[in-house]
């Protein structure tokens, strides 16, 4: 009789991780879709969403599995092309593409040191021919 079949560490919790994100990219293509006033696709200009924006996706769409709504709005909102858009003041927008408060001050700065982060991420993953501007 072969042996049982090991898995590394983390491996269910991997597979479990990488059908979440299968999911969040469905929800955020049905999002861009059904409220293309609020939500945009990947690497269009993002305008800051309303708070509790979830919510509202969750009346709405009620059929939505709540766990992929969270992790499509959490990817969504998470990454440089939202964050340079979280400037103090700056509108925010409900499902309708209509007004629904504003970024506050400490949002911003928030979101500023999340940019900070992405950009030192990126100098970190650059080669060095890259850095002096060489072809690879």
């Given at each position: ?16 991780e ?28 993002k ?14 769409m ?11 709005l959490?990817?969504y ?16 927008i ?24 992405f ?6 993953c ?11």
């Open positions: 009789m072969p042996d049982a079949v090991s898995f590394p560490p983390g491996a269910v919790a991997d597979r479990r990488r059908r979440l994100a299968v999911h969040a990219r469905h929800v955020r293509r049905i999002l861009c879709e059904r409220f293309p006033l609020a939500f945009r696709g990947r690497g269009a200009n305008p800051p969403l309303k708070i509790g924006i979830g919510h509202d996706v969750q009346l709405a009620p059929e939505l599995p709540p766990i992929a709504l969270v992790a499509a959490r990817d909102a998470s990454g440089p092309t939202y964050c340079r858009n979280l400037t103090a003041g700056a509108q925010r409900g499902l309708d593409g209509e007004p629904a408060g504003q970024v506050s001050a400490a949002e911003a700065d928030q979101a500023a040191f999340r940019m900070a982060v950009r030192k991420n990126a100098a970190a650059a080669s060095p021919a890259q850095e002096k501007g060489e072809e690879i």
